[in-house]
């Protein structure tokens, strides 16, 4: 079975940085491209990027280019999110995606993380 | 980067009728259109890819068409569990963007 497991939820205060991530289980880890996804509390989803975890090529949406970096490690099926100053702004929960294209559609998703950002 | 715009916003419908939903895009986006169902507290989960393709799993009750700028989700006779939000994203051009949502409520 085809599964995303993302990691726990984060509490962080504006400033701080933080890493978030998502293993691939049950499928050819580096076949797929892994996307990330924004929604803020009760708003609609956002395509943030989106890694081929073969050769770490990776598409930032303008909107998110500069503010988080997509990374990934094959040797661990594992794809990251990261932000080196996060702000209140990115309270959100943060879902990633795999897809066998590079900008979709995403077959299957983890269970999303949770980032609350407060002071 | 392309826009997607979905309507309406909220669409109340009794259970055993027919829902019908739009997705439009600002440019063509030929038929790399897919359909999403979210509900509360749960991740997005595919229905529909390239348009008009169910994805594995989803009944048939769930169709799509259309291509270029102009799509359409009908689901057929609603059941109690197809409450829900709906999102239509083109995989196009990236960025691969989304509408923003379709709420189907109980009238």
């Known amino acids: 079975e085809v599964q995303l497991v993302q990691s726990g939820a984060e509490v962080r205060k504006p400033g701080e940085s933080l890493k978030i991530s998502c293993k691939g289980f049950?499928?050819?880890?580096?076949?797929?491209?892994i996307g990330w996804v924004r929604q803020m509390p009760g708003k609609g989803l956002e395509w943030m990027g989106i890694?081929?975890?073969?050769?770490?090529?990776?598409r930032y949406s303008p909107s998110f280019q500069g503010q988080v970096t997509i990374s990934a490690d094959k040797s661990i099926s594992t794809a990251y999110l990261q932000w080196n100053s996060l702000q209140a702004s990115d309270t959100a929960m943060y879902y990633c995606a795999r897809s066998a294209y590079g900008s979709g559609p995403f077959d299957s998703w983890g269970q999303g993380t949770l980032v609350t950002v407060s002071s | 980067e392309i826009v997607m715009t979905q309507s309406p916003a909220t669409l109340s419908v009794s259970p055993g009728e027919r829902a019908t939903l739009s997705c439009r895009a600002s440019?063509?986006?030929?038929?790399?259109l897919a359909w999403y169902q979210q509900k509360p507290g749960q991740a997005p989960r595919l229905l529909i890819r390239?348009?008009?393709t169910r994805a594995t799993g989803v009944p048939a009750r769930f169709s799509g068409s259309g291509s270029g700028t102009e799509f359409t989700l009908t689901i057929s006779s609603l059941q109690s569990e197809d409450f829900a939000v709906y999102y239509c994203q083109q995989y196009n051009i990236w960025p691969g963007t989304f509408g923003q949502g379709t709420k189907v409520e109980i009238k």
């Open positions: 390239g348009a008009s």
């Open positions: 890694i081929d975890p073969g050769d770490s090529d990776t």
């Open positions: 049950g499928y050819s880890f580096t076949t797929y491209w």
């Open positions: 440019q063509s986006v030929s038929s790399n």
